[in-house]
């Protein structure tokens, strides 16, 4: 079996004491290994690609919280508004409307974060700050936005990636000063998830290290 169940206990530890919830990212990954460590009682899943997600979720126990955490393409959000725990990635008012939309027709909130552009690749998605601070994404009745999302720069210097989730956190507690619905801060992963949660994040994404590394 693929899961590293050592990593898992040791990463929960860490967590549970920090408060932050890990989102285990399956993506590439067979249902035994998901099936793994929900048996060891991990509920948050976070996947990539939406077919994919959609196989799983079928075919998987139902109290299973599916986060995409991927790009979305707008023409895909309606395969999976009627079951998705948290949309993380949230990158323009376009897909914010689209979700609204699919929001409306279910009757019901699609929880989403909006991911914001904090590294210093061109090739990542997101708002920069002053986008973000101007969304006007409460006129989104049927979305519900609770909080930002972000990737750091894939770098080994620890001191880049900690200025841009710090400059993430400024930007989360400046727009909670004016919105008190605004909770999660989803940021870290395998690589730099330590760093993350020194700079407040309370929610990871960790794949490579509970599943092994991906093709
Ligand atoms: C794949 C992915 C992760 C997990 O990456 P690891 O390095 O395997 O932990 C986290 N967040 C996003 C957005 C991803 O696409």
């Not at 409460?138 to 880049?160: C, H, P, Q, R, W």
């Amino acid at each position: 079996m693929a899961v590293n169940v050592e990593h898992f206990r040791k990463i929960q530890i860490e967590l549970t004491s920090a408060q932050v919830t890990l989102v285990a990212v399956s993506k590439t990954k067979p249902n035994e290994d998901i099936m793994a460590l929900y048996e060891l009682g991990q509920r948050d899943f976070g996947e990539n690609y939406v077919q994919e997600l959609v196989d799983k979720a079928s075919s998987l126990p139902k109290d299973i919280r599916w986060h995409f955490i991927g790009h979305l393409q707008t023409n895909k959000v309606k395969f999976i508004a009627d079951f998705v725990y948290l949309i993380h990635a949230v990158d323009s008012e376009k897909l914010l409307k689209e979700i609204d939309k699919q929001g409306k027709k279910l009757n019901k909130k699609i929880p989403v974060l909006l991911q914001m552009h904090i590294a210093t690749e061109e090739t990542k998605f997101g708002f920069d700050q002053i986008e973000l601070e101007n969304l006007p994404y409460k006129n989104y009745e049927n979305t519900a936005v609770e909080g930002l999302m972000g990737m750091a720069s894939f770098s080994d210097e620890e001191e880049i990636i900690m200025q841009e989730f710090k400059m993430l956190h400024q930007v989360y507690d400046n727009m909670k000063t004016k919105d008190g619905n605004l909770n999660v801060l989803s940021m870290g992963m395998s690589g730099d998830y330590p760093t993350a949660i020194q700079q407040g994040s309370n929610m990871v994404r960790i794949g490579s290290l509970l599943f092994g590394v991906r093709n």
